[in-house]
Each structure stands twice: as structure tokens, then as C-alpha cells.
């Protein structure tokens, strides 16, 4: 038998095929990959937008309805003394953090919790928690496992979870703006459920300060009633102390007592001007520091056309910026004008303050004097009638207090209207009403689509690469077959797909040059060519006159090579024999068209049958054929290796080229002793389908028992894909090269 080529360590080594490596995958590596498995990648694709749309169709569509909320800031006019820190311009947004508490108010459980009930969504099945019907056993279970691995509430505080899982409430960027969005199943509810979330939320803020307002009323009231309860105190006070010391007011007594009353009004009065001038400058001089405020502090019309035209400005400036920018020419002019214009009238507001507090001083003066001549009247009329002092005294405190009191119920409808104006003003407004969507926000069918079709082609061009590097597991090359088992590659045996292996079979008969005429006539020669160049390595033998063909598994094309091999020279006009040894699984007769249990060699080698008699004719050729006879066990223990070899000996004297058609190697024994006896030993594999493994083990256990493969033949070979592995046998039959044939290749 033939040895292994010089050089070669054994099977399975060698040098490495550049197939696919994960672990060096690159674009260009993969795109060959991808042009291979268009079809698998078209596939994958196809399924996978159909279970998209399917998804599309299944799915509950959900609605988006939206609305826009703008908080302003606003001053309370009864603040009795506002922090500096704390005020804020007219109109100017509210701060982040402010603006993210009403945020906060937006998603609060009470204010969900009264949308729900004016809306009795409760019972509602996009926020109801699902109940399992009696007798759903399946869903109670369902049901139970959620509340076991996910605790939660239940009954209406599951209702408002879900509420406000479906309410999103988000700040707009860079503005005093909020967007409130809610998704329902129904997009006239959504809207609704949206509406009503505004309007609650709107009223709520609207009994908040009305709440404020009518305890500012209560606490009125009540100081009202304190007032008048001291000014009736003081006025018993001096009626009893009248009747107490009997005393009767003179002419002179009546006149200091006249002046003294006159005197104690006059104080009243300066006391209550001064009062107010200081309350007027301490407001000049908080005007100061929020010019914004002295038209509501400073009557003044000069203050008043500076406010209205430092409005136009602001205005102006915001108009500007949305449009222009920070940086443009008339940008910076406005800034200009509304800086200088903040100046005259900081400086306004300064000269008022000034007069105010001018004012301030001559009432405090004022104050002083008065003072001063009711205690001189206090001491002349102490003088005159020392048993009035104590009159005068409690005449002055009900005086006082009358005053005060009718000072009082003046301020009261100037403080209630105020109040009232700003508790019917909230400062949040409604800049977009909700809509009702016309198209559902989830799920949206085009983008869905378009990001399932290339989920979908990542997949595929996944699985194409995974494909690709499973098949690297096999033979798609002469070049690689050769560099991993060291053994010469004699023929690509093209696929071909139309027809049965018999048809395929009488290819060889026909007078038009095919691809697969052309693989088995290329098979003879360069086996005889290679067998006179290199004698060595193919076989020891001066003549080839007999061929052993096998393979590893079924399947592979072996018994349609051996076939087409024998039909070949025999039309080529050489004496021909093809012996079918596979005894368990014959599929010759089939290929042949023989009838089937003739007898055949398993009676030749038990020594039932001659030579002659187990010798059949080709229909299609000149060919001779020894079918492989009866099944049985007997032919086991008779066909020894000396028999086998026996009959080829008489085979090979009769004939000129004698081809055996042997059982795969990984299936039965015989395939070693007919090797073993041939002149050559040539194994089929399957392009693209056996695998290395299976190749390289079979060689293995045929070189063990001393029985060599010479070479090797790669059969069912896919002409298409083979061209875009890019080898160098990959145009072997396809492109310039097919202009040879006149049938181009197709299937097996």
C-alpha cells in the first residue's frame, strides 16, 4: 500500500485553512459570509417582520394625550414683611426647585386619588388590578406568584399605582414649562383623564389660596371684635369712674377737658400719620432692591411709564431672543436700554424714598409736639381738678381706642379685596390644552417595523456567521481537505440537482461535455497521472487495475462516483468491472437498474456461486457488474481478506480496470480488507456536509490496520456557494470556465 506523502506528520496536521475564526472575525472576513447566507439572512428577516406585524396586530395599541402647564410667580400683597432673598420679579419664572414641587403635586397619590374617583376608574380594566374569574385556576395562580415575588398594594392604592404609572409630568428644558402626558388604551380617555388632571389640579391651587384668603377674613374678624371689645371697656371705664366721684364737668373744666380731647385726636391723627409715612418709606426703601414692585409701593407717574416701558422691554427681549440670540446687535441694545432704564428708576424710586422719609420725620416730630401739649393740658388740668386726672386718662384710652378702631374697619376692605384678587389669580396656566392623539404612541408601526427588521438582521447576519463557522467544520475546498489530511484532492464532483442518481449516473453516457462528465474522466486521469509521477505516494504498484471507493458515512456519493467511474472507462472502450461490496445497504441496484437480491459477490466469496455466474450486464454501457448478493450473516465469517483478496486477483487478470464500490469506513469492517486489496484507495467526502473530524478519524483507524487512503474525492460539490469561499478551486466549474461545458452544472 501507498505511504503518507514525505514531510507529512500525520493526519489532521499540517497547515492551518484560513476558514472563520470568531476571535478574528472583521468586516471584510464577513461580508463573504453574509453574500453566502443571503438566503438565510432574506429568511430571518422575513420572519421576523412577520412576527412584528403579527405583534402590531395582537398588541393593545396605547395613546399619548398631552398638555403644557407655564408657572409664574406672583408677590402677596399682604406679605407683612418679605424677605429680600426671597422676592422675586413680577412675572419672572418660578426656580427649579419650586417648579419641581408642583411637579411633585402633579404625580401626588390625593391628586390621583380624586381623579379617580370623579372619573370611577377604579373598576376601569387599565387600572383595576386583574381578578381571576371563578374557576380560572391558571390566573389565580398567576395572580398569587405575582403577589409572592412582587409585593404590592392592593384594591385603590393599587388603582393609584397604576394611575400613576401611566402619568409621566417632565419639565421642558431651559423654560418654566411642564409637560404632563398620560397613555391609555383609549385615546378619547387619555385626553379626558388628562383634562380632568388639569382641572384638578388648577382647582386645588384655587382653594389653597382661597383657603389663605378666608383665614386672612377670620383673623380680621377677630381683631375687629378685640378692638371693639376695648373701646367698649374704656368708655364703662369712664362712665363709672364719673359716677364713682361724682364729677361735673365746669365751664373751665369743659374747656381743658375739650382741649385735652381735641389734643388726644390730634395725636391720634399724628400717631397715625406717622404710621403710615414710615410704612410708606420702609416700602420706598424695599422697592430698592425689587424695582419691579414701586408701581404697586410708589404712586408716581414718572415710576409708572418707567415700569410699563421696562414691561415693553422685557417683552421685547424675549421676542428677540427666540429669534435672534443672546448675541446679536439689537439684542445687546435692548440690554442696554433695559439697564439704563433700571437705572432711572432705581434713582426715582431713591429721590421718593428720600421725600418719604422726609415725610417720616415731620410726622414723628409732629407726633412729639402734639405730645408735648396734651401733657402741659394733662398738667393744667391736674392743676384745676386733680380728681379729673383719672377721668381725662380713661377718656383719652377709649378715645384711643375708638380711633383705632374706626382706622381699622377702613384698612379691612382694602386688605379683603386684595386678598381676594390674588387668591382668584393662581400662577399656573394652562399654554396647551390635552389633545386627543389620532395615532397610538405605542406601538408606533413604522419605527416598530423598522427596528424589527434590523433586529432582525442582526440575528440574521449572526446566524449567517454561525452557519458559516459550523460549515467550517466540514470540507468546502480542495485547498483546505488537502492541508488538513495531507492527501491529494483527484476531483470536485459537482452537485447536481435535478434528477435521481440514476439519471446523474448515465451523465457519463452522454456525448455533450458536462461538469459532472468532466469531474469523473478528470478523476481517472489525474489519478494515473499522479500514480506515474508519484508512484510512491499513490501506490507501490507499476499498474493501477484496481480502485476501492468509500467514505465515512452514507450518503455521500459514493456508489454514483463508482458508478459513473466504471460506466466512464467502459465507454472509453476499456473491459470494466464494478463490485458492489456493501453488503448491508447496497444502493447500486438501485443506481444501476438492477433488480435487487441477485446474487453476487457474498455467494461468490462463501464459494456457492463461480465467477461467471454472479456477473451481470450494464443496460446503459459495456459495463460488467458483480451485485453484492444475498444479506446475510454467513458472508461475515467467509469473507476474509484472503478470499477478498482471491476474487480481485481473478478480477484484476480478466479485467483492465476493476472499481469497488466498498461500505463506509465508520460503519462496518469490510471497507479495510476491500482498501487493503485494491490497487488504490480513494475516500468520498461530501462537500460542505462531512464533517473534518469524521474524515481525519477515518483515515486514522484505515491507517492503523495498514490499509492507506490514497486521495481523496469531494463530492456534491455546490458550485454556486463554493465561487464565494473565495479558494482557488472555487471556479472550477463556473465563470470562463463553464463556457467548457456544454450542460452547466446543477444539483445531485
Excluded at 415575588?149 to 428644558?173: C, H, K, Y
Excluded at 446679536?328 to 422719609?357: C, N, W, Y
Excluded at 405605542?442 to 442582526?458: E, K, T
Excluded at 460539490?717 to 456544454?742: H, P
Aim: charged share 25%.
Amino acid at each position: 500500500m501507498s505511504a503518507m506523502p514525505e514531510g507529512a506528520s500525520g493526519i489532521g496536521e499540517g497547515r492551518k485553512p484560513h476558514g472563520l475564526e470568531w476571535s478574528k472575525l472583521s468586516p471584510q472576513m464577513a461580508l463573504p459570509t453574509i453574500q453566502r447566507r443571503w438566503r438565510l439572512i432574506a429568511l430571518v428577516i422575513a420572519v421576523g417582520l412577520a412576527l412584528a406585524s403579527l405583534a402590531l396586530w395582537l398588541i393593545t395599541p396605547h395613546y399619548t394625550s398631552e398638555m403644557t402647564l407655564l408657572f409664574e410667580s406672583k408677590q402677596s400683597p399682604v406679605d407683612p414683611a418679605p424677605n429680600a432673598d426671597s422676592m422675586t420679579m413680577e412675572g419672572r419664572p418660578q426656580d427649579d426647585v419650586t417648579i419641581v414641587g408642583e411637579i411633585q403635586v402633579l404625580q401626588s397619590r390625593d391628586l390621583a386619588r380624586k381623579v379617580i374617583e370623579q372619573l370611577d376608574l377604579s373598576t376601569d380594566p387599565d387600572f383595576a388590578p386583574r381578578v381571576p374569574k371563578e374557576g380560572d385556576f391558571v390566573g389565580q395562580a398567576v395572580v398569587t406568584i405575582k403577589r409572592l415575588l412582587l409585593p404590592g398594594r392592593t384594591g385603590m392604592e393599587a388603582v393609584i399605582d397604576n394611575f400613576l404609572d401611566a402619568l409621566r409630568v417632565s419639565q421642558i428644558t431651559g423654560s418654566p414649562a411642564v409637560l404632563v402626558r398620560f397613555t391609555s388604551s383609549d385615546a378619547e380617555k387619555s385626553a379626558k383623564i388628562l383634562a380632568t388632571v388639569a382641572n384638578t389640579f388648577m382647582t386645588a391651587r384655587l382653594e389653597d389660596r382661597l383657603s389663605n384668603a378666608k383665614w386672612v377674613g377670620s383673623w380680621l374678624s377677630e381683631r375687629i371684635r378685640s378692638m371693639r371689645a376695648q373701646v367698649e371697656t374704656a368708655e364703662r371705664a369712664v362712665a363709672e369712674y364719673r359716677k364713682r366721684f361724682g364729677l361735673i364737668s365746669g365751664e373751665r373744666t369743659a374747656l381743658v377737658n375739650e382741649r385735652i380731647s381735641k389734643l388726644g385726636v390730634e395725636l391720634a391723627e399724628a400717631t397715625a400719620a406717622r404710621q403710615t409715612a414710615e410704612a410708606r418709606a420702609q416700602q420706598a426703601a424695599r422697592s430698592l432692591q425689587r424695582p419691579e414692585t414701586a408701581g404697586r409701593v410708589v404712586d408716581s407717574e414718572l415710576i409708572q411709564r418707567l415700569r410699563q416701558r421696562q414691561v415693553e422691554l422685557e417683552q421685547r427681549a424675549a421676542l428677540l431672543a427666540q429669534s435672534l440670540g443672546s448675541r446679536h446687535p439689537e439684542m445687546i441694545q435692548v440690554q442696554a436700554e433695559r439697564q439704563k432704564l433700571a437705572t432711572e428708576l432705581r434713582s426715582e424710586i431713591a429721590r421718593l424714598a428720600d421725600g418719604f422719609d422726609s415725610e417720616a420725620r415731620i410726622a414723628r416730630a409732629r407726633e412729639q409736639g402734639i405730645k408735648e401739649q396734651l401733657d402741659a393740658a394733662k398738667q393744667e388740668f391736674g392743676a384745676s381738678d386733680q380728681a379729673s386726672v383719672g377721668l381725662r386718662g380713661l377718656e383719652r384710652e377709649a378715645d384711643a381706642n375708638r380711633m383705632m378702631l374706626e382706622r381699622f374697619l377702613n384698612l379691612v376692605p382694602q386688605i379683603s379685596a386684595q386678598s381676594d384678587v390674588q387668591a382668584a389669580l393662581p400662577n399656573a396656566r394652562i399654554i396647551s390644552s390635552a389633545n386627543t392623539p389620532n395615532a397610538p404612541s405605542f406601538p408606533q408601526p413604522i419605527p416598530f417595523l423598522i427596528v424589527a427588521m434590523m433586529a432582525s438582521l442582526g440575528l440574521g447576519v449572526v446566524l449567517a456567521l454561525l452557519a458559516d463557522y459550523l460549515d467550517r467544520r466540514t470540507f468546502v475546498s480542495a485547498e483546505e481537505a488537502e492541508a488538513t489530511t495531507h492527501l491529494p484532492v483527484l476531483a470536485l464532483v459537482p452537485l447536481v440537482r435535478s434528477g435521481t442518481s440514476r439519471d446523474v449516473t448515465e451523465r457519463v453516457l452522454d456525448t455533450q461535455r458536462s461538469a459532472f462528465l468532466e469531474a469523473i474522466s478528470a478523476l481517472f486521469t489525474r489519478m494515473v497521472l499522479a500514480h506515474r509521477t508519484h508512484s510512491d505516494v499513490l501506490s507501490s504498484r507499476r499498474e493501477i487495475k484496481s480502485v476501492a471507493i468509500t467514505s465515512c458515512q452514507p450518503s455521500e456519493g459514493k456508489s454514483t462516483i463508482a458508478l459513473a467511474l466504471a460506466r466512464h472507462q467502459a465507454q472509453c472502450g476499456r473491459r470494466v468491472v464494478l463490485v458492489d461490496a456493501d453488503f448491508a445497504m447496497s444502493r447500486l441496484p438501485a443506481v444501476a437498474g438492477l433488480s435487487p437480491n441477485l446474487p453476487g459477490l457474498s455467494e461468490l466469496l462463501m464459494g456457492k456461486l463461480a465467477l461467471d455466474d454472479v456477473i451481470r450486464k450494464d443496460e446503459k454501457s459495456s459495463l460488467e457488474i458483480v451485485p453484492s448478493g444475498q444479506r446475510s450473516v454467513e458472508h461475515a465469517a467467509m469473507a476474509t481478506s484472503s478470499a477478498i483478496e482471491n476474487v480481485i486477483a481473478r478480477l484484476r487478470e480478466r479485467y483492465e480496470l476493476v472499481v469497488i464500490d466498498t461500505q463506509p469506513v465508520l460503519a462496518t469492517a469490510h471497507a479495510y480488507q476491500f482498501a487493503g486489496a485494491a490497487d488504490i484507495s480513494l475516500m468520498v467526502v461530501r462537500w460542505g456536509r462531512t464533517p473534518r473530524r469524521e474524515v481525519a478519524y477515518a483515515l486514522h483507524q484505515l491507517s492503523l490496520l495498514g490499509c492507506n487512503v490514497n486521495a481523496l474525492v469531494l463530492s456534491m460539490v455546490d458550485t454556486a456557494r463554493s465561487k464565494l469561499y473565495g479558494y482557488g478551486d472555487s471556479r472550477y466549474y463556473t465563470g470562463k470556465a463553464s463556457r467548457y461545458y456544454t450542460k452547466a452544472p446543477v444539483k445531485i
